[in-house]
């Protein structure tokens, strides 16, 4: 679940998965987290923020395992069933994940030889992306110089 959305300033908060028992901790967790926070960063989120209660063990084993940095405690964050709840603040940066958390996850999730066709497949896209963005500009350039002469005559 994803939460307090922020597009302004492109953070969002990851809420931790709710999962069976027999599930918590497993690749499938992670895999579907990564999921996630990829798409998160390619749709150009700077910040995604994970908050946990500081009695979750699990939670805040799953947050190391994504490659989350424990930012802080809050002290009676929130009151939950009439207790105080402490949390931790855990966050992701698109720098972090750009430098080696993505890789580093789908290395976890899916081995070394898919991570380095993985690493190709990337590499092509951003030539497309590169080819596209030129033909874009040549395109652009022959429409000014078009309405240049309809000015002209």
């Known amino acids: 679940?994803?939460?307090?959305?922020?597009p302004k300033n492109l953070n969002v908060q990851l809420e931790l998965p709710i999962v069976k028992p027999s599930a918590d901790g497993t690749l499938e967790q992670v895999e579907a987290c990564f999921l996630l926070l990829d798409r998160l960063f390619a749709l150009g989120y700077r910040r995604v923020q994970l908050t946990c209660d500081t009695q979750d063990a699990a939670g805040k084993k799953l947050a190391g395992r994504l490659?989350?940095?424990?930012?802080?405690?809050?002290p009676k964050h929130m009151v939950v069933k009439e207790a105080n709840r402490d949390s931790n603040i855990y966050g992701m940066l698109n720098s972090?994940?750009?430098?080696?958390?993505?890789?580093f996850l789908f290395k976890k999730l899916h081995g070394a030889a898919m991570l380095k066709t993985d690493s190709a497949n990337n590499a092509k896209e951003g030539e497309l992306e590169e080819q596209e963005r030129g033909l874009a500009e040549q395109e652009a350039a022959k429409q000014a110089v078009e309405e240049e002469h309809k000015k002209k005559v």
């Open 67 to 74: 490659g989350f940095t424990q930012e802080g405690m809050i």
């Open 1 to 6: 679940i994803l939460s307090k959305d922020d």
């Open 96 to 103: 972090d994940w750009d430098k080696g958390a993505r890789a």
